[in-house]
């Protein structure tokens, strides 16, 4: 079904559980909304927060990290860093004012393709009613706007915000 | 890198009946850097893979992309097929668009415009890729195993009949582990000790096996391949060089009323002994706790008597290093023990059972030793407190096993069994006697299992009455067992002369703090995790660790005994060769930019972060930087995450690359 707004979604996943989670909602055909794109990393450990800021301005409205369940990590402690530092990086975006909602983080083992599609379909759904991200966008003219790139569709653009 | 192949798989129809294949190869030859893109039926195929190889040579290709399934498939496929057409094999990289893609939309136009976009990202991940070679290791071809029960004895058994030398460590005084104890073993009914004790003087006699008794893992260093190990030799107090094994140090031993471990307590020994007659290596041991000597510094009756002098109360603990290639980890189990609470742990104890206070009431390792023709009573069933021959025996099945709200989710696996062949060994014994078994279900998927306990139920007579217990207690001699029968819906009560309780099997204690110094994983219940339920059940995450019997879960002999040469195998198999290839994703310092803050170190979960000084000419220390032990590190990438200065970087995984990707969001 189409719809307005088509929410951009990235997932950072591990390659160990969501990864492989992902490829078995695939070979068990289940259905969920194309707007998720996957980046596969070894572990959730190595996903470094500036990654998220990055997805956000480069037009993603929504993110997902996503990796093995507390105790399962392949390399070990990876997961229990991700999620210590996500748990401060979510206290950062909030108090800069981005909105909580648009960053999910999950464990999904190589084993619940089923809670792949509800995390996906989930936060698409989330994201879609919240509407496009605008925060990193308008930082962006703002940028732009501060002398290094001056062009007439742009300062169209920041009027229209 | 600006001359990019971009390969669209079909997958017969998997991917073309709901991805446009031709449009997404001709957006993807449309994108910058992209010199060539196609799309093939079968690209795994090996016309695929010769259209891929040409493809190389004819457009002077620097660079791959392969839209195909998904890379836990076929990456490995496709990197042989770049290697052998003269691409470096991590210049290679595939985009998931069955998987991820065309299995999971069915809208065409919505899977292929996601498809486009897959592959654009890849074309830039691909751009930012590196020439990657793979690392390799020198293989040290001796290995440790550590326990020396069933499991520990068969896994060095085997890699020594292979021709590797083999470090056995067991904590105990012998080797033998809870095998030795056992009286006959389900479903055939062989002695245990006869099948045991052979393959015990076999080890001990064996040229590549060097046995460590009454010694324990101090520390692990290193990783597959070269592992250092230091072991703590306990004192023993005897010369095991000297000592002959005569006994006589044995007998003259004033102190004789020690309660016999090896018997479950019900025997008495003496402060220096053997656990076991049958013990191997067959050298004394003092008990030091015990010891007038040690305790007073009065005695001295062994060194009087011990015609070699071997006996030597200076001895001192000893630390050995062994440099090893592979580890079998074989430390058993240990039946959890209704008398105590254990400390820190999630049972929360059996009250209803008296606590193991009524002395009639034992657990099945005990009945056991009674049944043993080598135990306590010579082979006869006689109840521990009068020893008198008990007539109505009452075996308890799930004390402790799937009882989640005890703490104890888990089936211990072998009680069904050893219960039936209980009731049988008592029916042979005592033949007057009448056996009752308190079960849940009766679990017996072995071979020869389910046959063995109808044997049980219908020749033997044992009485099975399908209920749990809901308490116990003393009244006279007798034990009285209050149940439930739910087949009939009645309350039952019978009075017992003795009851036994098939107790869940529990890892060794210390199993977790073992596991610590092996850097391996373990659950919630200290069992040892395997890397992979079904794909990879011998081997632990970590390389070079392999696992095997009853510290990975509940686990009978015959299971035992084929994982420990599954685990043999796994050890021969690493060292059929001199050098160990592994993949060539491991961390890397800038050594210019890292601050020294080894943050990354406080973070490795594999210890791989060194400190590394730099020197200049002179030998001066200029400064201390990080540094990464290629053959340590797991490729995880924590340490990445968390530099500050962004001096680490993982191969294969570097920011470029990431950051390539979500630029072509």
Redesign the interface.
Known sequence: MKHDFEPKIVAFVCTWCTYAGADLAGTSRMQYPSNVRVVKFPCTGRIDPVFILKAFQKGADGVLVSGCHPGDCHYMAGNFHARRRFAAFRKLLEFVGVDLSRLQFSWVSAAEGGKWVEVVTELTERVRAMGPMLEFKELEIEECWSGKIDTPELKEAYNNI | MSRIGVFVCHCGENISRTVDVERVAREAGALSGVAFATDYKYMCSDPGQNLLKKAVAEHNLDGIVVAAC???MHEKTFRKAAQSAGLNPFLCEMA?I????S?????RE??T??AS??VA?LVERVKKDKKLAPITVPITKRSLVIGGGIAGIQAALDIADAGHQVVLVEREPSIGGHMAQLSETFPTLDCSQCIMTPKMVDVANHPNITLHTYSEIENVDGYIGNFQITIKKKARSVDMAKCTGCGICMAKCPQKKIPNAFDRNMGMRPAIYVPFPQAVPNTPVIDRENCTWFKTGKCGVCQKVCGPGAVDYTQEDELIVEKVGAIVVATGFELYDITEKPKGSPIKGYGEFGHGKIPDVIDGMTFERLASASGPTGGKILRPSDGKEPKQVVFIQCVGSRAREKGISYCSKICCMYTAKHTMLYKHKVHDGQAYVFFMDARTPGKGYDEFWRRAVEEEEAGYIRGMVSRLYQKGDKVVVMGSDISVGVQVEIEADLVVLATAVQPRQGADTLAQKL?I?Y??YNFYSEAHAKLRPVEC??AGIYLAGACQGPKDIPDTVSQASAAAAKVMTLFSRDELEREP?VAKVNEKNCVACFYCKK?C??GAVEEKEIRDRNGNLIRVVAYVNPGVC?????C???CPSKSVE?D??T?EQ??A???A?
């Not at chain 2, 069955?98 to 893609?101: A, G, P, T, V």
């Not at chain 2, 797991?634 to 924590?638: D, S």
């Open positions: 998904s890379p836990r998931n069955r998987e991820h893609c299995w999971v939309h069915e809208d919505e899977a415009a996601k976009e897959i990202m850097g994983s659950d919630k995450a970590t994703i973070v979960p594999y797991g490729g995880c990438g924590t990445q995450a968390t993982l294969g995984y920011d990431i950051v990707m979500i630029e969001l």
